[in-house]
């Protein structure tokens, strides 16, 4: 089966079970929060779903995955396809047209130059675009008329549903951050924190790390939505507080990430204020190993940056005895229960592209202390491993989260039985995944050997996602630390996998080559060391309807057809 028709059969209208509004604002206000505060609404300058999920309230694509994966169109009239002469025959462009009649929130039409200027803007060589994966083979995008863009690749693309699709790449306006391009980008600040948009509500106030303020946006396109005339997004504490919010006292309506205990989240429930909606896609629990020296002795601008590599972790036998000193299935267990897998991909669904790879899920403490052996550390005097007088010492660093404590905990303990020494670090999650670029405790900086995190990607396809890692997409000094290959790994045979990857539309040999990167980044170089393969867990009050949980985009990307059960 060719991925084109495939896709026909991928798209379609979203199905809708909410009510009829009578009114826009008619139900009042919304209460959100997300333990990791929200330090920017630009996604295009972070790749943090919280950054995501928050803009995406304000600014849209042209068309969205639903909960079913299917492609739905937002701001687009219709989901371009071969059959409708959306997408070119030979595949090396597609083009969209506009609904008519859209307006920004701030009255002005919205036009095929915004699109454009939005591929521009990510595109630009030196804006380190945290997106710039989604625009993998975009050669240039024109404008046909003031309704009609048109994206050209430089070569056939038999997935051309990345730009422009899904949350991690909305459509930004012109005329707001036209003066905001490459190096500039971070320095916008008033439109980087208050977006002009389309999405069903507007900025209102922006307290980076803590409070949104939001308002129903008045030009938005469906007269009668959203129901609710504002909405607060409250950022920070961590998710215990966020459940209890919820499901215990009712303070909030939807509450993101509950990432607790089983029977923490079992308990919290009882309270009887709101409901557990939890459901599989791709988000994975991983460790990222950094291949290059973050080591404080360094230059600054030359820290975690391929001019230095690591003095440990450049072995891929040592990456390999980190990862199957690990007993994963004990992690589940105390972390997640149900809602989490054991896993050793870094793309774990859908079935096409997901590998058979298990070699990871059996510990073996033994093997790995062989490893270390093999590749020159020996134990020490106090049972740590030394190599050229060097101690075998890691800083391992996350986000602060009591699941994540608890997995720090028991990893050093395992690596302490094979004669690595471990100091532990957590940070707030709205600094460790914020995108200031001055800060030394972002995931991106990675000024740290080890760090923990989850990510995902929008839509079914993982083609961006594995196209993050390719050499030029390494975060450092004149990218203003943005990027998406955050372990700084480099390797032509990746890169050139990729392309092909971008050139292939068979499915089943997509399918191959997703796997042998995959492969690639896992169980071959161990850069990436998955651990869980965790279902996306979140709360609602019992009287917020129509929330429908989506693994495949934005969680809140029908927030428009949110509503007051009465």
Request: glycine share 10%.
């Amino acid at each position: 089966m060719k991925l084109t028709s495939f896709i026909l059969g991928a798209v379609g209208l979203a199905a809708s079970t909410q009510p009829t509004f009578a009114q826009r604002g008619s139900d009042g206000h919304v209460n959100i929060i997300y333990w990791q505060a929200p330090s920017i609404l630009n996604p295009y300058l972070s790749a943090g779903t919280k950054d995501v999920e928050s803009s995406s309230l304000v600014i849209e694509p042209l068309g969205r995955f639903d909960q079913n994966g299917a492609l739905v169109p937002y701001l687009a009239a219709e989901i371009p396809t071969v059959e409708n002469g959306g997408v070119a025959a030979d595949l090396t462009s597609i083009t969209w047209r506009l609904k008519d009649g859209l307006k920004w929130s701030d009255g002005s039409p919205v036009t095929s130059a915004d699109v454009k200027f939005t591929a521009e803007y990510c595109m630009h060589p030196e804006g380190g675009c945290a997106q710039l994966a989604r625009f993998e083979g975009v050669k240039n995008v024109e404008t046909i008329d003031d309704l009609t863009v048109k994206v050209n690749f430089a070569e056939p693309k038999p997935n051309p549903y990345l730009p422009f699709m899904g949350g991690q790449s909305p459509i930004i306006q012109k005329a707001q951050f036209e003066n905001c391009m490459g190096a500039k980008a971070p320095e916008c600040t008033d439109q980087n924190f208050g977006p002009i948009g389309t999405g069903p509500f507007v900025v209102d106030e922006f307290r980076t790390n803590d409070v949104i303020s939001m308002s129903a946006n008045p030009y938005f396109r469906d007269p009668a939505k959203p129901a609710f005339a504002t909405l607060t997004l409250k950022g920070g504490g961590d998710a215990t507080q966020a459940g209890r919010a919820v499901l215990e006292t009712g303070e909030f309506d939807y509450a993101w990430n509950l990432q607790l205990a089983p029977d923490v989240i079992s308990n919290m429930e009882k309270g009887g204020k709101g409901k557990v909606v939890a459901a599989f896609g791709s988000l994975v629990e991983r460790l990222e190993m950094n291949l290059t020296d973050p080591s404080p002795d360094l230059p600054e601008g030359e820290r975690s940056t391929a001019k230095h590599p690591h003095p440990i972790l450049s072995d891929v036998r040592v990456r390999k005895a980190l990862s199957i000193a690990i007993d994963r299935d004990l992690l589940v267990e105390i972390g997640y229960g149900p809602t989490g897998r054991p896993t050793c991909n870094l793309v774990p669904a859908p079935a096409l592209y997901a590998s058979d790879n298990t070699e990871c899920l059996t510990q073996d403490i033994e093997g790995a202390k062989a490893l270390l052996e093999q590749a020159g550390w020996m134990p020490g005097p106090d049972g740590v491993r030394i190599k050229d007088g060097r101690r075998l010492q890691l800083l391992y660093q996350t986000s602060t989260n009591g699941v994540r404590q608890d997995f720090q905990a028991l990893i050093k303990q395992w690596w302490s039985e094979i004669g690595v020494e471990t100091e532990l670090r957590n940070l707030s999650g709205s600094v460790f995944f914020g995108s200031d670029p001055g800060s030394p405790d972002t995931y991106l900086k990675f000024y740290a050997d080890v760090q923990m995190y989850a990510n995902l990607f929008h839509g079914t396809d993982p083609e961006s996602y594995l196209a993050e890692h390719t050499c030029e997409k390494a975060p450092r000094p004149d990218t203003q630390w943005a990027g998406e290959n955050v372990n700084r790994f480099c390797d032509p045979e990746y890169d050139a996998l990729v392309t092909e990857l971008t050139k292939t539309g068979e499915l089943s040999k997509r399918g191959e080559i997703a796997k042998k990167l995959n492969d690639m980044l896992t169980k071959d170089g161990h850069v990436v060391v998955p651990l869980v393969d965790r279902g996306r867990v979140s709360g609602h009050a019992n009287s917020l309807g129509g929330v429908v949980l989506n693994t495949w985009d934005s969680e809140l990307w029908n927030v428009a057809d949110w509503y007051r059960i009465k």
